[in-house]
């Protein structure tokens, strides 16, 4: 049986950047749109049919439109148990000094909502 529970995040939030409302066990809802992984969000951009499939298939080609995007700081999030990416991609952050964190896919989008709210360069990359 599948079924989907809501978990609000925010009782009021900006209205001028991307935030997720709510996250179900594998999508997001941004705004009135309900969306599934994998994609990207930063407060201004959204790419809905990002081509990664998993931490274990990212490459420089995958991580384009992240690094495209300028962030300070990238959290990947996907479903638990959550796995790091390899450390050749994890080098590729290194290189260009942007800091990377892996969590369970509610923790990414909250922590995202933070500090997105906080005019914060952040980008959040769901895996499905």
């Given at each position: 049986?599948?079924?989907?529970?809501?978990?609000?995040?925010?009782?009021?939030?900006?209205?001028?950047?991307h935030?997720?409302?709510?996250?179900?066990?594998?999508d997001?809802?941004?705004?009135?749109?309900?969306?599934?992984?994998?994609?990207?969000?930063?407060?201004?951009?959204?790419v809905?049919?990002?081509?990664?499939?998993?931490?274990?298939?990212?490459d420089?080609a995958?991580?384009?439109?992240?690094?495209?995007?300028?962030?300070?700081?990238?959290?990947?999030?996907?479903p638990?148990?959550?796995?790091?990416?390899a450390?050749?991609?994890?080098?590729?952050f290194?290189?260009?000094?942007?800091?990377?964190?892996?969590?369970?896919?509610?923790?990414?989008?909250?922590?995202?909502?933070?500090?997105?709210q906080?005019?914060?360069?952040?980008?959040?990359?769901?895996?499905?």
């Amino acid at each position: 049986i599948a079924y989907r529970t809501e978990m609000q995040l925010t009782l009021t939030s900006r209205n001028d950047i991307h935030l997720i409302a709510s996250h179900g066990a594998r999508d997001v809802r941004i705004g009135e749109s309900l969306l599934g992984a994998p994609l990207i969000v930063s407060a201004n951009s959204l790419v809905p049919d990002w081509a990664a499939r998993g931490a274990s298939a990212l490459d420089a080609a995958l991580l384009e439109p992240l690094f495209a995007l300028d962030p300070e700081v990238v959290i990947l999030g996907m479903p638990a148990p959550v796995k790091w990416p390899a450390a050749a991609v994890r080098a590729l952050f290194g290189s260009r000094h942007i800091g990377l964190e892996v969590m369970e896919f509610g923790a990414a989008c909250r922590t995202y909502n933070v500090l997105a709210q906080e005019d914060r360069r952040v980008v959040l990359a769901l895996l499905p």
